[in-house]
């Protein structure tokens, strides 16, 4: 099992960055796939961005591809998104998501994902 917690969401004007964190407990980091999901109010989830167990595979969601980069450390537990460039419609509750890798695939659906974190507010003004 592990536990999620993310950090680094906050108020940001259109066009800037923000970096957001997500640390894993537990000793097996490695052998998940990590992922970032997206609700705005009144909106469903939107699966944003991915990260196979080994780094070598990631998968962008079309509204974020360009902007967003999502990266892991291994030895540290931690996963980020890296978000450039930020739009108004980029404002939404962020949650790290986590599963067992079985493979190197990244599933694109959130409910594939058993483990999530309490998520991170992302505010963009315009």
């Known amino acids: 099992q592990v536990q999620l917690v993310e950090s680094g969401g906050g108020l940001v004007q259109a066009g800037g960055s923000l970096r957001l964190s997500c640390a894993a407990s537990g000793r097996t980091f490695s052998s998940y796939t990590m992922g970032w999901v997206r609700q705005a109010p009144g909106k469903e989830r939107e699966f944003v961005a991915a990260?196979?167990?080994?780094?070598?595979?990631?998968y962008y969601a079309d509204s974020v591809k360009g902007r967003f980069t999502i990266s892991r450390d291994n030895a540290k537990n931690t996963v980020y998104l890296q978000m450039n460039s930020l739009k108004p419609e980029d404002t939404a509750v962020y949650y790290c998501a986590a599963r067992l890798a079985y493979s190197d695939s990244i599933p694109r659906i959130p409910s594939a994902y058993d483990y999530w974190g309490q998520g991170t507010q992302v505010t963009v003004s315009s």
């Open positions: 990260i196979s167990w080994s780094g070598s595979n990631t």
